[in-house]
C-alpha cells in the first residue's frame, strides 16, 4: 500500500479552556475524500483550522506525504487550499481581481485572465468577472471564493460548509467539481452538515472523539 | 520562487492600491483629517493669544501622527473580518514580505500625500519659508517610521472588539520619539536655532530600525491575533 | 391653513410634473444657450469695465482689481451652500428625483466658488496685510464652509446607489444648512468679543461707483455661470442615470 | 405601551453599559486617548517655547473632541455588520427614542468621564485653579453635544467602507462652534478677560438644540444607511 | 373566505439600477407558509428585506390583515419578527443577555429570566445560557438567533436562510417549532435553498417573476 499522502495522527485540539476533542486519527491517499460530520459545536471548524496552521493543536501529528507539516512550513501552504466560514472576498474587487490577486498571492504566478475567466465560468459566474463583490448575493459570493480555489492547482482542499447559501444547481455543481479534484489524484476535508452525493466518500463523525459536550 | 515572491508582492501591493483607489475618498479623507485638525488648533487657542509660527511644527506634525493613526485602525480589519487575513498567511510567501508591500502601499497612499500636502498648511500656520523643505523631508522620513511602527499594534488589536481605540493607546507612545525628533528638526529649520540636519538623521536612522523589524514583527503579530 | 396645504399640494405636483427627468431636459435644452450666451456677455463686460474702465485705487494702484473675482466668489459660495440645503431637503422630504441631481450638481460648483474666493482672498492678502492667511472670522468661517463642502462630496462619492447617496448626503447638508450660521455668528463672536480685530474686511473705505459697477456686473456674470453649469452638469447626471430609458438611446441614435 | 417604551430604552441603555463593561478597556481607551493627545502636544511643540497655560484650554478641549470623535467612529459599526441593526429598527418602538438611549449610555461611558478627568490634565498644563469649574462645566455641556452631533455623520457612512475617516471629515466643521465656546469659555475663566457665563449659556443652547434635533436626524440617518 | 392575514400584490424591487423581479403576488391566510425558492442572486433577500420595511420596494402593495404596512408604520414591527442573513447578536453579550435584550426592545415588556431559559432550552442551549456569543461555533449562534424569534410572540415570521450551519437535529427542531406557530395562527415565509420536510407548506418559485437575469 503506498504511502498516505495527509495523515493526522491522536490529535486533539482546545478552545478557550476546554479541551474539545481527542485521539482523531485519520489518513488520506490520492482520490480520497473524508465528510467530516458532527452536531454544532462539536469543533469541526477548530479542527479544520489547526490542520491548516491557523490554530494550533494541543497534541498530535499531521503529516503531508511522510513529513511533519510543521517542519514544512510555508511549504505545506503550497499544497493546501483552505475554504473556511468567511469567504475572504474583498467587498470592493470586482470578481475577475478577486481572485486573481488569490492567485498570485498564493503563487499562481502564470494565472492570466483567461484562467481567471474559466474559473469564473466554472462556478457560473463567467457573467459577473466585472462586477464588485459587494453586489453579489449570500450564494454568489460563496461561489466566487469556490473560484479562487480553482486558479491555484493544490493537491488538498479543506472546506469549511462549502454549500452554505448555494443553490441546488450550484451544489450539484460543486459536488462534480470535487469529484474532478478527486480523480486528479487529490485529497479533501469536508466539512457539512447536508448530506451530498458523491461516490466513494468516507463519512468521519467527530462526535466519537469529543472530550467534552457542547 | 524568486520572481513570483516579487509577482505576489506586487499582487499586494496592486490590490491596495486597488482598493484605494475604488473607495477613492479614504485617500483624501487622511489629507482632508490631517487639513481639519492643523484648523482647529488656532480655533481653539485663539490665534490672538501667541505667535501661531512658534507652535506650527508642533501642530503640523501632531495633525499628521493623528491622520496616520487614524487610518491604521483600518489597516487589517476589513481583511479580518471577511477572512482575506486567514488567506493572506496561508501564502506559501514569507509573510513579512507580505505585509510589507502592504505596508509600502499604505504609505504610498497615506504618509505621501500628506507630506506633500503640509507647505501648504504650514503657509496657513504662518511657518517661515525657509523652513519648507526640512518640513517635507522631516515628514518623508518620519511618515514611513509611523505607519510601520504601527502597524504592530493594528495587528495585535485584531479581534479584540473595539480595538479602534486600543490601537491608539498602544501606538501613541511608540511614535513619541519621531514626533519629537521631527518637530524638533522643523522648529531649529525654522528659527535656526541648531542645524536641522542631526535631527533629520537621527529620524533616517529610525526608519532604518522600523524597515529592518517593524514587518517582521507585524507579521508575527499577526500569525498571533489568528491563532 | 388649509389653503397653505393645498398650496404645497399643488407645488408638489408641478414640481414632479416638470420635474421629471425627461422633461426637464428638453426644457432645459431650450434654456441652455442663453445662459451661456448671457454669462459670455456678463463676464466680457464685467471684466472690460473691471480692468479697463474703473481707474486704479489711490491706496492699493491696481491690486484691488481682483475685488471684481473674489467678492462675487465669496458672495456664490455663500449663496451655493443655501440652494445645496434647498435642494436636499426637496429631494429628500418630497422624494423630488430632480432635486436630488441639483443638490449633487451644485456641490462642486460651490466648493469651486469656496476655493476661489480662498485663492484669490489669499492672493490679495500677501500684498494687502503681507500674509497670505490670517484667523480673522470671516476668513475662517469661509474655511469651515470648504470642509462642509468637501465632505458633502466626500460622502456623495462613497456611496453609489443613488437613492442612497441622494438621502444620506441630503441629511448632511440639511445639518450642515442649520450650522452655518451658528459656525458664522460662533466665529465672529469669538474673534470679536475681547478685543477689536486687527484686521478687519468691513472697514473699507466706502466703494466709488466706478467701483460699484463692475462688482454688480460681475456678481451677476458669476451668478448666470453657476447657472448655466448648473443645467449642463444635471443634463449629464441625467443622461447617466436614465441610460437604460428609451428616449436617451433615442437621443443617442439620433446624434450618432 | 408607554412603560414598555421606557422599558425598551432601558434595555437598550443597559446593552449599551453591559457591552462596554465586557470590552472595559474601551472605555480606558477613550481616556488614555484624551490623556495621551494632550501629552503629546507639549512634546512637539516645546515646552519651553511658549506659556503652557495660554494654550492649556485649547489643547485639552482639543484633545477631548478628538477622543470622541474616535470613539463616534466605533458606534455603530459592529451593531451593523453583526444585523443587530436590522434588528433596532424593526423593533415597534419610535427610533427616534432608542437611538437617544444609545447616545445616552455612549455619553455616560465616554465624554462624562472625560469630564471628570480633566482637571488632573489641566494641573498638568498649569491651568490656573480658578479655571477648574468652569473647565468641568464646559466639558460637560460640551461633550453630549459632540456625541449627539457626531453620531448623525457616525450613522450615515454605515455600509461606507473605510468609513471611519469620512467620520472625522464630516464632523469636524460641525464642531466648531462647540470647540470655539469650550475652549473660549475655560480661556476666560483663566485669565478673567470676560466671565465664562457668556461662553457657558451658549454651550447649553447648544445642547438643547442637539437634544432636539439631532436623535430625529440620526434616526433617519439609520433608515437611509439600511436600506 | 376569511381575508388574508398576510398579502402581497405586484411587487418589484430593484438593486442598484437593476430591476430584481416584478408582479410578486401572494395571500398567506392564518396557519400558512410560503417557501420561496430560487437560484442565487434572484432576489430572495432583497424580497424579504423588502417585506419587512428594512429595503423599499419600486412599487407593489404590501398588506396586514387588509392593511398597508406603510400606513400601520410601527405598529406593523409589533407583528412580525424577521431572521436574516446575519444573526443580529452581540459578541460580547451573553446568551441570555442576547436573548433578553432583544425581547425588550421588540415589546416583550414581561420577558423575565423563565422565558429566557425556555427559549433557550427549546433550541438545545440550555447549558450556554451564560456563555458569550463569541465563544459559540456558526451552528450555535444561529441557533441563538432563532431563539430570540421565541420570546416575541410575532404572528408574521420571514425566515432568511433559517437552516444555515444547523446540524442535523437541530434542522428537524426548527421545522417542529414553525409548525408550532402555523397551528398557533400564525404565517410564515421562508427562504432556503435545503429542502425540509413541513407538511401543507406551499412553494413559491421566484424564478417565474424575474425580470433581469442575475
Ligand atoms: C483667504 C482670504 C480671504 C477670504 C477667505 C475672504 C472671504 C470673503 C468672504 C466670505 C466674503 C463675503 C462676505 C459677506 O458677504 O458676508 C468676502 C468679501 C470681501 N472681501 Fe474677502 N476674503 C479674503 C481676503 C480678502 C482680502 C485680502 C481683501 C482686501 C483687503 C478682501 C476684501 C473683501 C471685500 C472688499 C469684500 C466685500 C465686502 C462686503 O461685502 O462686506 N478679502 N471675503
Ligand atoms: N473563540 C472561542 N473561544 C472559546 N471557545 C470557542 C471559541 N470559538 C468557538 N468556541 C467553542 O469551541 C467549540 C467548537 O467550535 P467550532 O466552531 O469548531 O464548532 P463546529 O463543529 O464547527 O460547529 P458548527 O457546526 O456550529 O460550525 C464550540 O463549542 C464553541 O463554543
Ligand atoms: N448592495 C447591492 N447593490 C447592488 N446590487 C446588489 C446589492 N446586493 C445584492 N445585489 C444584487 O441583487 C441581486 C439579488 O440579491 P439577493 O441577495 O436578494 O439574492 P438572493 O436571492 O438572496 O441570493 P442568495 O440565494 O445567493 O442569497 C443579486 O443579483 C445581487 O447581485
Ligand atoms: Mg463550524
Ligand atoms: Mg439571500
Known amino acids: 500500500m503506498p504511502e498516505a499522502m495527509f495523515s493526522v495522527r491522536a490529535l486533539s485540539c482546545a478552545r478557550g479552556d476546554r479541551v474539545l476533542f481527542g485521539g482523531v486519527s485519520f489518513e488520506l491517499h490520492a482520490g480520497e475524500a473524508l465528510h467530516i460530520r458532527g452536531p454544532n459545536g462539536h469543533g469541526k471548524t477548530t479542527l479544520l483550522r489547526a490542520l491548516c496552521g491557523l490554530g494550533r493543536p494541543l497534541r498530535g501529528d499531521i503529516r503531508w506525504r511522510g513529513e511533519r507539516v510543521r517542519d514544512l512550513g510555508d511549504e505545506f501552504y503550497a499544497v493546501l487550499a483552505y475554504l473556511g466560514h468567511l469567504n475572504g472576498l474583498r467587498d470592493e474587487l470586482t470578481a475577475a481581481e478577486n481572485v486573481w490577486t488569490y492567485a498570485r498571492i498564493h503563487g499562481g504566478a502564470d494565472c492570466d485572465g483567461k484562467t481567471v475567466r474559466a474559473a469564473l465560468a466554472r462556478v457560473g459566474l463567467a457573467a459577473a468577472a466585472g462586477r464588485p463583490a459587494r453586489h453579489m448575493s449570500q450564494g454568489q459570493k460563496r461561489r466566487l471564493a469556490l473560484a479562487c480555489l480553482l486558479v491555484v492547482d493544490r493537491p488538498l482542499w479543506l472546506l469549511d460548509e462549502p454549500f452554505t447559501a448555494l443553490d441546488v444547481a450550484s451544489v450539484g455543481a460543486l459536488v462534480s467539481l470535487i469529484e474532478e479534484h478527486l480523480h486528479g489524484g487529490g485529497v479533501a476535508l469536508i466539512v457539512s452538515h447536508q448530506a451530498f452525493d458523491l461516490p466513494g466518500i468516507r463519512a468521519f463523525d467527530l462526535e466519537h472523539f469529543v472530550r467534552v459536550k457542547r | ?227 | 391653513m388649509c389653503i397653505g396645504f393645498e398650496g404645497v399640494a399643488r407645488l408638489i405636483k408641478f414640481l414632479h410634473k416638470y420635474g421629471a427627468p425627461k422633461r426637464f431636459y428638453a426644457t432645459s435644452g431650450r434654456f441652455l444657450p442663453w445662459f451661456a450666451a448671457i454669462t459670455v456677455i456678463l463676464f466680457v463686460s464685467g471684466l472690460y469695465l473691471g480692468l479697463y474702465w474703473a481707474p486704479p485705487d489711490y491706496q492699493q494702484g491696481d491690486a484691488y482689481r481682483i475685488m471684481f473675482v473674489h467678492v462675487p466668489n465669496a458672495w456664490m459660495s455663500m449663496m451655493a451652500y443655501v440652494a445645496l440645503a434647498a435642494f436636499a431637503a426637496a429631494g429628500y422630504i418630497w422624494n423630488i428625483r430632480l432635486a436630488d441631481m441639483l443638490a449633487k450638481a451644485t456641490a462642486p460648483l460651490g466648493a469651486s466658488f469656496t476655493l476661489c474666493a480662498l485663492v484669490t482672498g489669499s492672493l490679495w492678502g500677501k500684498p494687502m496685510w503681507g500674509t497670505w492667511w490670517v484667523w480673522d472670522a470671516r476668513l475662517t468661517s469661509e474655511l469651515v464652509l470648504f470642509f462642509l463642502y468637501v465632505g458633502y462630496m466626500a460622502l456623495q462619492a462613497s456611496i453609489e446607489d443613488p437613492r442612497r447617496a441622494a438621502h444620506a448626503s441630503a441629511i448632511i447638508a440639511i445639518v450642515g444648512v442649520i450650522n452655518v450660521p451658528i459656525i458664522h455668528y460662533s466665529v465672529y463672536w469669538w474673534h470679536t468679543l475681547h478685543q477689536p480685530a486687527s484686521i478687519t474686511l468691513t472697514k473699507q473705505p466706502t466703494i466709488y461707483l466706478t467701483m460699484l459697477i463692475p462688482l454688480i456686473v460681475m456678481s451677476f456674470a458669476f451668478m448666470f455661470f453657476y447657472l448655466t453649469m448648473l443645467l449642463v452638469r444635471v443634463r449629464n447626471e441625467i443622461l447617466v442615470r436614465e441610460k437604460d430609458a428609451e428616449w436617451v438611446r433615442n437621443l443617442v441614435e439620433k446624434d450618432a
Open chain 2, 1 to 227: 520562487m524568486r520572481s513570483s515572491l516579487l509577482g505576489a508582492m506586487r499582487a499586494v501591493f496592486v490590490r491596495e492600491l486597488l482598493l484605494f483607489w475604488r473607495r477613492r475618498t479614504e485617500v483624501a479623507n487622511v489629507l482632508v483629517f490631517f487639513v481639519i485638525v492643523t484648523t482647529l488648533f488656532p480655533l481653539a487657542v485663539g490665534p490672538e493669544r501667541l505667535e501661531l509660527a512658534h507652535i506650527a511644527p508642533g501642530v503640523l506634525w501632531v495633525a499628521a501622527l493623528l491622520a496616520t493613526t487614524l487610518s491604521l485602525t483600518q489597516l487589517f480589519i476589513i481583511d479580518y473580518t471577511e477572512g482575506s487575513l486567514d488567506q493572506l498567511l496561508l501564502s506559501p510567501y514569507p509573510l513579512t514580505a507580505l505585509v510589507f508591500a502592504k505596508l509600502a502601499a499604505h504609505w504610498v497612499l497615506t504618509g505621501l500625500p500628506l507630506a506633500l500636502l503640509s507647505p501648504l498648511l504650514a503657509v496657513q500656520m504662518a511657518l517661515p519659508d525657509k523652513a519648507m523643505p526640512t518640513l517635507v523631508l522631516s515628514l518623508l522620513l518620519g511618515t514611513p517610521v509611523l505607519t510601520l511602527i504601527g502597524a504592530i499594534p493594528a495587528a495585535l488589536t485584531l479581534g479584540v472588539r473595539g480595538g479602534g481605540v486600543l490601537v491608539s493607546l498602544l501606538v501613541l507612545p511608540l511614535y513619541t520619539p519621531v514626533l519629537i525628533f521631527g518637530a524638533e528638526a522643523v522648529a531649529a529649520a525654522a528659527g535656526q536655532e541648531f542645524a536641522a540636519t542631526a535631527h533629520l538623521s537621527l529620524l533616517a536612522a529610525f526608519l532604518v530600525l522600523a524597515l529592518a523589524f517593524a514587518p517582521l514583527a507585524c507579521a508575527s503579530a499577526l500569525r498571533v491575533s489568528l491563532d
